[in-house]
């Protein structure tokens, strides 16, 4: 069955410093999307990616983000200037003919300090 | 208006019982609303969604009735495992509208005595 990867599986960073998550999607789909949980908390939303080009992001989503899909495979989430609230479980997401069904990677664990 | 409330916060059921989480929401444009089922340390997972046309959908154990009028839907778990052990989520999305995005409930902790 196929499924959305990520890695690494756990980054640990210095504050400041930039990390780049990877994912690859299923291979099919045609939106992505980037969540994150903090420790305890619910799933939010972070950016959503289509055709090429940011279709939403929140305003968690702030300067220090930005997304990339540098080739037909990989989905990347950059985090320019980590910050110590950064640290998060960070999901990848995908879904196919629509923004419905999403399906989710099991997520890079940041630990920033 | 963009907020899903969940209830409750957490649940503990014997093997065999039924669970039943509850959610809520404002927004009328939603039209599309999953649950999802999360293990410790794994990302969500879908477990089963329902778009407003229908009132119950079953697959499995599983079952979400829906209450449009009410704007609430439930998912129930029938003959519930420790297996079923597990955060559960209950989202929303507007599949038709603006926005793409899923909207989260606040998570449910289930834990099914053996």
């Known amino acids: 069955e196929p499924e959305v990867t990520q890695t690494p599986s756990h980054q640990v960073t210095q504050m400041g410093q930039e990390v780049i998550l990877r994912c690859v999607p299923i291979?099919?789909?045609?939106?992505f999307y980037w969540y994150r949980q903090i420790l305890g908390q619910k799933v939010e939303f972070l950016v959503s990616?289509?055709?090429?080009?940011?279709?939403?992001k929140s305003e968690i989503f702030d300067d220090q983000f930005s997304v990339e899909r540098p080739d037909g495979s990989n989905f990347t989430l950059k985090i320019r200037s980590t910050k110590l609230e950064d640290s998060a479980m960070y999901f990848c997401?995908?879904?196919?003919?629509?923004?419905?069904?999403?399906?989710f990677g099991p997520g890079t664990r940041l630990t920033v300090t | 208006q963009q907020q899903v409330k969940q209830s409750p916060q957490s649940l503990i059921v014997q093997k065999g019982g039924i669970s039943i989480i509850n959610c809520a929401y404002e927004?009328?444009?939603?039209?599309?609303f999953p649950w999802y089922q999360q293990f410790p340390g794994k990302g969500p997972a879908l477990l089963i969604a329902?778009?407003?046309?229908?009132s119950e959908k079953k697959e499995g154990r599983f079952t979400i009735s829906f209450n449009k009028s009410a704007k609430q839907f439930s998912l129930h778990i029938m003959d519930s495992q420790p297996g079923d052990s597990a955060t559960y989520f209950c989202?929303?999305?507007?599949?038709?509208?603006?926005?793409?995005?899923?909207?989260f409930g606040t998570g449910t902790l289930l834990a099914v005595q053996p």
């Open positions: 997401a995908s879904s196919g003919q629509g923004p419905s069904e999403q399906y």
């Open positions: 291979s099919n789909h045609l939106y």
């Open positions: 990616f289509y055709n090429n080009e940011i279709s939403e």
């Open positions: 927004n009328t444009a939603f039209d599309y």
């Open positions: 329902i778009r407003p046309d229908v």
């Open positions: 989202a929303a999305n507007s599949d038709g509208g603006a926005t793409n995005k899923l909207i």
